[in-house]
């Protein structure tokens, strides 16, 4: 006899707990599924039971129990000149240490202490072109090159004949940061975009320094312009700056290079009970066209047939199966408290408590014979031991 902890054994484990055996009052999925297109849920249209227990299980249960087979090295690879990377939706956590071209860098979380190391300071060029009073569209091109992307601004001073100068138009552009989850959105945007504050365009190559604005009004004769850049020198990354969700890294690549890092990623759903089944990723990319934002999506388990590359109806099941009871606990709490019922509530959270400290038992039975890594911890007197980092 073989039992398979897949969505249908939970979908059932859940409707136990919570008494929810009706199919009208619970339906099995809600109304904001992949197959079903997205429709908003209302009263009329309440969420299923696959939605609770997707909430639990892709958000609750990685930061709740923290189990170390959701840890392991995320790996992508760099643009050359793109110096900015959007962590994935799916990555929960990402620390060092960090690997690029497998030599480990510095790896830093506080901007102070990053760009003491790495200032954006910006050149100034005066002067490339200039207002006659009846002219809106300048082509000229940056004296030093390449350009960072995000640090350009263009802007006039006034003249000084004592004559109103009226609003003088500013050009500014954005960085453009690489999007791990979306493949197809993976390249250097270039030339870029410049947008003026009073409604003015314009474009930028960031790598020959030629641009061409048009101001929405004519700038006053007399005007002078300067252009506010910072130009890089890119080379071989070395250190690397986590804030905001970004993966800041300097030099900025002039090459493609491999980056590995270690991270607790969001769990995945497989395909069947073995060992090496196959697994679908809780991220979907989507057809969007390229540079378009947040193409994709987050999907968990929905009952339906698998992702490309899979076809066909699938089993789904958790990525480990001894996950499976601590899902089901973990989905029925989510319903009990958002109906209200405190009594059957605090009866289950006792058996949630116990089942997520039998998952949880592997990491700590794990980390429980492991050292506590402290600065002198492998201290044996022959100097610090750290990683030598290539200057090109």
Request: glycine residues 8%; charged residues 15%; contains cysteine.
């Amino acid at each position: 006899m073989t039992t398979v902890w897949d969505l249908s054994r939970l979908r059932y484990t859940v409707r136990k707990l919570t008494g929810k055996f009706d199919t009208n009052q619970l339906p099995d999925s809600g109304p904001g599924t992949f197959t079903n297109g997205f429709s908003p849920v209302s009263v009329a249209s309440p969420p299923g039971v696959d939605d609770y227990i997707n909430d639990y299980y892709l958000y609750d249960m990685p930061e709740d129990a923290r189990i170390l087979k959701l840890r392991d090295f995320y790996n992508f690879f760099t643009i050359p000149n793109c110096g900015t990377y959007t962590i994935p939706q799916w990555i929960n956590q990402i620390y060092d240490p960090i690997y690029i071209d497998n030599y480990q860098f510095a790896w830093y979380q506080s901007p102070d202490v990053f760009y003491r190391i790495w200032p954006e300071l910006n050149f100034i060029d005066r002067n490339l072109f200039t207002p006659d009073g009846s002219t809106s569209t300048f082509p000229f091109t940056l004296t030093q090159t390449p350009i960072q992307q995000g640090t350009v601004v263009i802007g006039l001073n006034p003249n000084i004949d004592g004559q109103a100068a009226g609003a003088l138009e500013t050009f500014t552009d954005v960085d453009y940061p690489i999007p791990l989850d979306i493949p197809k959105n993976q390249y250097f945007v270039n030339p870029g975009t410049l947008t003026g504050n009073q409604g003015g365009t314009g474009t930028i190559d960031y790598l020959t320094g030629a641009v061409s604005i048009t101001y929405a009004t004519d700038p006053p004769s007399g005007a002078t312009s300067s252009c506010h850049y910072h130009p890089y020198v890119a080379s071989r990354p070395r250190d690397i700056l986590y804030w905001q969700n970004q993966l800041f890294i300097r030099p900025i690549p002039n090459d493609t290079y491999a980056v590995k890092v270690m991270a607790y990623m969001m769990p995945s759903i497989v395909l069947s009970a073995a060992s090496n089944a196959q697994q679908q990723s809780s991220f979907r990319a989507t057809t969007a066209s390229a540079g378009a934002a947040d193409a994709g999506y987050i999907q968990g388990f929905d009952g339906t047939s698998a992702q490309a590359p899979f076809t066909g109806t699938q089993n789904q099941l958790p990525q480990f199966n001894e996950w499976w009871q601590l899902i089901a606990y973990g989905a029925s709490l989510k319903i009990l408290a958002e109906e209200g019922d405190w009594t059957e509530y605090a009866a289950l959270e006792k058996i949630y408590e116990k089942q997520k400290l039998l998952a949880q038992r592997k990491t700590i039975k794990q980390l429980g014979s492991q050292r506590i890594p402290t600065p002198y911890a492998d201290n044996n007197g022959a100097g610090p031991q750290f990683p030598i980092f290539p200057l090109y």
